[in-house]
């Protein structure tokens, strides 16, 4: 056997459900794929087809691969299809270690991993059957996460929540599981210019619009401010994008909201607003929020999930219920009408961001678990 602390070059696949959008998943799996490559490493992804992660990929010099039929689908026919196709790559590329990201990569990779003896770690991003998930996903996805169990290697929870919860569930034994939280590398601007918030203050929403993330409880929530008293700007596009612009003409605050749709350059929204909001219904630990912390933005979000591992109440930011409009009204009137307050939990954020979600404090614990894992397979 080799030992795990000796660092031998690997062979790593990552695999992944989606190409067609860059989200939090999808921008952990880079960071840590751009490091294990400059660490000597040989690195490979496997994903459904060419779209804007692929070019992100290529643009950071990794490889990638297309898998036909690779979709979150409870089609029995078109995850038989996937698993074959995916198998097909995976004993091609004869990796040593499989890095499953979320949970139908998850689910795949554990079929076949075993049958190329090949070591799975796992990554959910949040697991299926968490709270305010939808009941038949969240059925489906608990049973078979339950059925998979043993076939698993390793899980890297990116929360303590994650973690209580898959234990709690029976999915993962506890020796089975280590919590790394999400990081990000610094920018060279790393905090807003502005000492002063902007009047209207400029509230920030960077999320996909789907059901997950509840830009409508927001929406309302604003609608309930004073006239003029806020700017809202929301960063990304998806299937209920049209459906929330029609809510805004309905509570007649149109004129209050900049659509940017999904951009480049999400850093340069960030270092122009005041304050950071994420309404949502569920997370483990979203990317989103360190990136505004890591700009020196108050947060306000949703007490689901991990959050409030991230979001200190009261001290970088404030968390609300779930879902609760007069709550989140309440939490945004609250800091955009003191200044000072928005601005103290804006530097708090920035200091909390630097002592415990940098790239190396993600990078080093899941380096080591990777190499661990790869060595005891031996």
Not at 44 to 62: C, I, M, N, Q, S
Request: with cysteine; glycine share 8%.
């Amino acid at each position: 056997m080799n030992n795990p602390t000796d660092h031998r070059p690997l062979q790593i696949a990552f695999v992944f459900h989606r190409s067609d959008i860059i989200g939090g998943a999808s921008i952990y799996a880079a960071f840590v794929a751009q490091e294990l490559s400059r660490q000597g490493h040989s690195v490979r992804f496997f994903v459904p087809g060419k779209g804007h992660y692929t070019e992100r990929l290529e643009a950071d010099g990794l490889q990638w691969e297309a898998v036909r039929f690779l979709a979150r689908s409870l089609n029995p026919v078109t995850n038989i299809r996937a698993l074959m196709a995916l198998s097909r790559g995976l004993r091609a590329f004869a990796p040593d270690l499989i890095s499953a990201q979320a949970s139908t990569a998850g689910a795949l990779c554990r079929v076949i991993g075993p049958r190329l003896k090949v070591p799975v770690v796992y990554t959910p991003h949040s697991w299926v059957f968490a709270p305010g998930t939808p009941k038949l996903e969240s059925t489906v996805g608990w049973m078979i996460e339950r059925s998979l169990r043993h076939r698993t290697d390793a899980v890297i929870a990116v929360s303590s929540f994650e973690r209580d919860l898959g234990i709690q569930r029976g999915v993962v034994h506890p020796d089975q599981i280590t919590v790394i939280h999400n990081g990000l590398p610094d920018t060279d601007i790393t905090t807003s210019a502005s000492t002063v918030p902007t009047d209207p203050c400029r509230i920030i929403c960077v999320a996909r619009f789907e059901t997950q993330k509840d830009q409508a409880t927001l929406l309302r929530a604003v609608a309930q401010l004073p006239v003029g008293k806020v700017e809202l700007v929301f960063v990304g596009n998806g299937s209920l994008m049209e459906e929330a612009r029609e809510l805004a003409n309905e509570l007649k605050i149109v004129d209050s909201i900049v659509w940017k749709g999904a951009i480049d350059s999400v850093e340069t929204e960030l270092l122009a607003a005041d304050l950071f909001v994420l309404p949502t219904r569920w997370e483990s630990l979203p990317l989103s929020i360190i990136e505004a912390m890591r700009a020196g933005l108050p947060v306000i979000a949703s007490d689901v999930g991990g959050i409030s591992e991230v979001v200190i109440d009261g001290d970088t930011g404030l968390v609300v219920p779930s879902g609760s409009v007069s709550a989140m009204q309440k939490a945004i009137l609250k800091l955009v009408s003191d200044p000072d307050l928005l601005l103290a939990m804006g530097k708090a954020g920035r200091a909390r961001f630097e002592q415990h979600f940098s790239l190396d404090n993600m990078i080093q614990p899941t380096m080591a678990l990777y190499q661990t894992v790869a060595g005891n397979s031996q």
